[in-house]
């Protein structure tokens, strides 16, 4: 099909027209591309002559090529015969990803073949539900986007047509605490019902509100709906608040009026049916059902009360529940209502981590001995280790969806894309049964917490860089994401030639350049965890947490890290493979192997990150389409990123010789330490220089000091640190205090350091187990060592459990015992040992650290399903 072609026919039979408007949108989709070329197209319903023929189900033409066409839902295939493509789905859904597709290719096209690209394209889905969060928290910052709807437009095609099937809009969650809370000012939409409507039979009503403001909210509400729905897009609503104190927030900007304790389930429940009445294209309703929804825990009757509003409605609408606090009783009340059921827990507390579920969750996450009160007695108490992670939910036997929600604590401003991360989620995000992701999107919690200032959504002040809307600085992003997560080997063109057209020359540096930023931030997360809160860890925008006791950043994690409060102390997010520099510190200077990532190793990763940004970052800035500017948007942001890598990694060695000297006051150890502090210091003023006059000085997403600012305003507390720590070269006056002999070795082990980066082994082992029955495990290496399994049930409330690995000739073999396989969960496992002075974990993060870690097995349903669960 030639670019000067003036005439195409796009066959979409009558039966598809009229069975779903999804396909006769995505068909337009490909007219109005196709207009942009001066190419006159039309949707007809012959195929005689057709240049683009639309099919579902069989295709004829695939047997004829020699094609296996996938049977799943959502797959599709694009197939060139002759001089017709085929666009083929295996449902509505699959053909709408087919001709979006085809859409795609013409939009980008600069020239040639307006469909170049891969055929045949056979592509089928791996992660079940691909969902994408977009937060209303400010209502200065958000009512512009809500209210525009040529702003929905663009934005819902873009997420059809990158691939995603659900779309979240989240109302409810400006706030964490709504008891008694002094910082409640911002409340438009916080409890979303009366924004929305009045209900008859209530008198509730907003005070300040105005009837036509209201009505334009509903009118809102519904054209998201029918939009998300033509375009065959899930429509999910997030109704995160049911109540906060109405009556004691004297700094609201809004009252809601008429709600009492006594009416407030009833309201809730036929508010719950009536917004599904009034949107009829609402497919599910996510609810936040631990205390901070406002609803205290333990509180059946709310939530039973609450679902049957959802039963009312007369057609099945997904009940997801946000994991913290949530237990099987509630399970079971949502499951009682008739309704399909999901669950809905954290992936990594409220931040971004590698793509693999942390294997083990925080000491602090387990249960206590008794509830912090009474309204907490889940979340605080019996139910805490389901607050950051997936906990107990992923039994054998669930009937249930669980559905991981990635939390916008780690990188809320600097742009994202890395494929082989966006990959990894996609397959960890189907983990031992799971069946998604929601990713809450760029820039959520924008001006949370009463903090929205008017026009700064973009971010930037430099002039010529902010996007028409603000999703779309993120639109890579979302090409990557959704394209990956689909199919983790969807083809890299599906986003490369969006690079193409936007940055010309410069898109393949661009590229790599984002891979490699993109993984900073994710494992320096991983690897430091001063706090699980997204409200006082905001790694991107770094708030510094000294070296010494008591020093900066104390009054940020003080409360939710073990004492004491230091960089070296922070715990990591998987203590069960990630040690922090006092665990690594203590273990050299006892002599003892630690079997566990090293902050050094972390340091060494952060060093390739960097690299590999800055060599990106000097190879874009010197091509054809440097001035362009998406080119200088990917760029500035790889080069913070970069920075910001180089900053961590010098952190993470210095934090080992901070706490050498911090337990054996060797006077030596504080040489190294101010170098590397130095060096540190030196990479966030690289950072510094890059975003000072490019993005505002306090980019706002809450009210502490922690939770606004920019990289330069975060600067001088840094050098200040950086002061005192060279003040410490004069501790003890004239005479220095002596290293001991542990001391000594300590320190020679961190200079020889040798980087452990690559994947060191494999094992072999059943893809399933049956209950009841030892599962062994083999690992080849002829080595001798003291080998050891690591295995535990695929339940973060559980501990690990280990056994020695015997040797048999080249392998050493390991068994899980037949009582410890009796139980109604999978297993997961993993290696380690320690040879010619390397640690060694078997399987281990792969290169890209786009991995699992561990092993998976499992457990054989009773009917056989088995890996179909």
Not at 85 to 104: C, K, P, Q
Not at 688 to 697: E, F, R, T
Not at 716 to 725: G, K, N, S, Y
Not at 774 to 797: C, G, I
């Amino acid at each position: 099909m030639s670019i000067l072609a003036s005439n195409m026919n796009i066959c979409i039979p009558l039966g598809l027209r009229d069975e779903a408007g999804a396909i006769l949108w995505a068909a337009n989709e490909v007219v109005r591309a196709l207009e942009l070329h001066d190419v006159r197209a039309e949707v007809v319903t012959a195929a005689v002559g057709a240049d683009v023929v639309a099919e579902i189900g069989q295709l004829s033409v695939a047997s004829r090529e020699g094609l296996s066409l996938p049977a799943a839902p959502e797959s599709l295939a694009l197939i060139k015969s002759g001089e017709q493509i085929f666009a083929w789905g295996s449902d509505i859904r699959g053909l709408v990803y087919a001709l979006t597709e085809l859409a795609d290719r013409v939009r980008t096209s600069q020239g040639g073949e307006l469909f170049a690209g891969t055929f045949p394209l056979v592509e089928t889905p791996t992660a079940r539900v691909r969902s994408m969060a977009r937060l209303f928290c400010a209502e200065h910052e958000d009512k512009v986007w809500f209210y525009s709807k040529n702003q929905w437009r663009e934005y819902l095609s873009m997420l059809a047509s990158n691939r995603f099937n659900r779309f979240s809009l989240t109302l409810g969650m400006g706030y964490n605490y709504p008891y008694h809370n002094p910082w409640i000012s911002d409340v438009y939409f916080y409890f979303p019902y009366p924004f929305l409507f009045s209900l008859q039979g209530y008198d509730v009503d907003v005070k300040e509100l105005p009837a036509d403001e209201r009505e334009l909210n509903l009118e809102m509400l519904k054209f998201i709906g029918r939009e998300a729905a033509r375009r065959g897009l899930e429509f999910q609503l997030a109704l995160w608040t049911q109540r906060y104190d109405f009556d004691d927030v004297p700094n609201a900007n809004y009252t809601v009026r008429g709600v009492t304790n006594e009416n407030l389930a009833p309201y809730c429940r036929d508010a719950i049916s009536h917004v599904l009445t009034e949107v009829p294209q609402i497919t599910g309703l996510t609810f936040r059902v631990h205390v901070e929804g406002g609803i205290a825990e333990g509180e059946y009757g709310f939530w039973e009360t609450a679902f049957s509003g959802v039963a009312a409605c007369g057609r099945p609408v997904e009940i997801d529940m946000h994991g913290k606090g949530l237990d099987f009783k509630l399970i079971d009340l949502a499951r009682r209502s008739g309704m399909p059921v999901a669950a809905s827990p954290k992936y990594l507390a409220e931040h971004m981590g590698l793509p693999y579920h942390q294997s083990a969750i925080r000491d602090r996450e387990y249960p206590p001995e008794q509830a912090r009160s009474a309204r907490e007695k889940l979340s605080e108490g019996s139910r805490k280790f389901l607050r950051y992670s997936y906990g107990d939910l992923l039994d054998v036997d669930k009937d249930y969806m669980v559905i991981y929600r990635i939390w916008p604590g780690t990188q809320r401003v600097l742009l994202w894309g890395d494929p082989s991360f966006a990959a990894g989620y996609s397959r960890s995000s189907m983990f031992a049964g799971s069946d998604g992701v929601e990713w809450c999107e760029p820039q959520s919690f924008k001006g949370r917490m009463g903090t929205a200032v008017p026009g700064q959504r973009f971010s930037y002040q430099k002039q010529g860089l902010p996007t028409a809307q603000d999703w779309k600085k993120y639109e890579y992003q979302y090409r990557v994401w959704g394209r990956r997560l689909y199919n983790p080997e969807s083809p890299s063109e599906g986003w490369m030639r969006w690079l193409e057209l936007e940055c010309g020359e410069a898109a393949d540096a661009c590229e790599q350049g984002l891979s490699w930023a993109s993984r900073v931030l994710p494992l320096i997360t991983l690897a430091h965890g001063p706090s699980v809160s997204n409200n006082h860890y905001w790694p991107e925008i770094y708030t510094n947490l000294g070296f010494i006791e008591g020093a900066a950043g104390s009054r940020a994690y003080g409360f939710d890290m073990d004492a004491p409060t230091r960089f070296g102390n922070a715990p990591t997010f998987d203590p069960v493979l990630f040690a922090n520099a006092r665990e690594y510190a203590e273990a050299l200077l006892s002599g003892k192997t630690l079997e566990k990532y090293s902050p050094l190793d972390v340091a060494d990763w952060l060093d390739e990150m960097a690299a590999g940004c800055n060599a990106a970052a000097d190879t874009a800035s010197s091509a054809m389409g440097w001035d362009r500017a998406e080119t200088q948007r990917i760029v500035s942001d790889v080069k913070i990123l970069s920075a910001i890598a180089g900053y961590f990694a010098e952190r993470f060695r210095a934090a080992c010789w901070a706490e050498l000297f911090i337990a054996t006051k060797a006077t030596r150890m504080i040489a190294p330490l101010v170098k590397h502090a130095t060096k540190a210091v030196e990479h966030w003023r690289q950072a510094s220089n890059v975003s000072k006059g490019l993005y505002h000085d306090d980019i706002t997403y809450g009210p502490q000091s922690w939770l606004r600012g920019s990289w330069h305003s975060r600067l001088p507390e840094m050098e200040a640190e950086l002061l005192d720590l060279v003040a410490l070269q004069g501790y003890g006056g004239t005479e220095s205090v002596p290293a001991n002999d542990a001391a000594v070795a300590a320190a020679k082990a961190i200079n020889a350091h040798k980087a452990l980066h690559r994947q060191m082994g494999n094992l072999a082992y059943p893809e399933e187990f049956a209950a009841g029955e030892p599962l062994r495990v083999h690992h080849k290496a002829e080595v001798d060592a003291t080998v050891t399994l690591h295995y535990r049930h695929v339940n973060q409330a559980e501990r690990w459990e280990t056994v020695s690995m015997e040797r048999s000739g080249d392998s050493y073999l390991g068994e899980i015992p037949s009582a410890y396989t009796a139980s109604k969960y999978h297993l997961q496992f993993f290696v380690s040992y320690s040879s010619g002075g390397e640690t060694k974990i078997i399987p281990g993060l792969a290169a890209d650290l786009a991995n699992e870690p561990y092993a998976t097995s499992l457990q054989r349903r009773a009917n056989g399903d088995g890996r179909s669960l």
